[in-house]
């Protein structure tokens, strides 16, 4: 079974910049990236498949990034220009469908990393 691993979560101030990164293990699949604010439901924040074509959704699209490295079995998610809406907890996941926002088709996934942004 694969499994998922997010890391690089932290506290940073508006306008700056964090790399998340997604280590996976297992069988190859497209991945996607998910964010959690406090006291809202969790939002689709990108996709990226397996051949590196990624979509960003428009509430961060401009800001972030997404690539993956194959030799390293990780999936990166580089934010820029941060926003305090920006906070909360973000999470990669696994589909093995081509892109899609829907939460429910993405069938692994990582126990999520934090991200603060505040001054």
């Known amino acids: 079974q694969p499994h998922l691993v997010e890391s690089g979560g932290g506290t940073v101030q508006p306008g700056g910049s964090l790399r998340l990164s997604c280590v996976v293990t297992g069988l190859p699949f497209n991945m996607g990236w998910f964010r959690q604010a406090p006291g809202k439901e969790r939002e689709f924040v990108g996709f990226i498949a397996w051949n590196g074509n990624a979509t960003a959704a428009d509430s961060v699209q401009g800001r972030f990034t997404m690539s993956r490295d194959h030799a390293a079995n990780t999936v990166y998610l580089q934010m820029n220009n941060l926003k305090p809406e920006d906070t909360g907890v973000y999470y990669c996941?696994?589909?093995?469908?081509?892109?899609?926002?829907?939460?429910?088709?993405?069938?692994?996934w990582g126990q999520g990393t934090q991200v603060t942004v505040s001054s």
């Open positions: 996941a696994a589909t093995r469908r081509v892109y899609t926002p829907i939460e429910r088709y993405y069938e692994y």
